[in-house]
């Protein structure tokens, strides 16, 4: 029950368009919260309002460096989901390798009636 809360909380937190931004941002290594409001046009309250929600979901990280907060990525929620979405991919491969066969088939079945004719 606790992996469907985390991934509930990780959703939660990513479903607002600007925590989804500052992750994005984060990818490329970390920055502190002023570098963050900057290049999302955020005001710096703004910006450590949605940092504290991702900080609370695990998916991000603070360390103090003098006066500055300093966050980053962490790995495991986002490991979590893509092992979820994993799953999904898996089933969709699979129906999509049926349909593969099934158009094959009939691409095959159509040239042998174009032959007889």
Do not use: C
Not at 7 to 25: D, G, K, W, Y
């Amino acid at each position: 029950m606790g992996y469907i809360q985390n991934m509930n909380s990780t959703f939660s937190a990513l479903a607002e368009p600007n925590r989804l931004h500052i992750v994005e941002l984060l990818r490329e290594g970390p920055l502190t919260v002023g570098e963050i409001a900057d290049r999302l046009g955020l005001h710096q309250p703004q910006a450590s309002k949605h940092l504290r929600v991702l900080s609370e979901a695990g998916i991000v990280e603070m360390h103090k460096d003098a006066n500055r907060r300093i966050y980053k990525l962490r790995t495991q929620p986002l490991q979590e989901l893509d092992t979820w979405l994993d799953s999904f991919r898996r089933i969709w491969e699979a129906k999509f390798d049926r349909l593969e066969e099934y158009l094959n088939e009939l691409q095959s079945q159509e040239n042998r009636s174009e032959t007889k004719e």
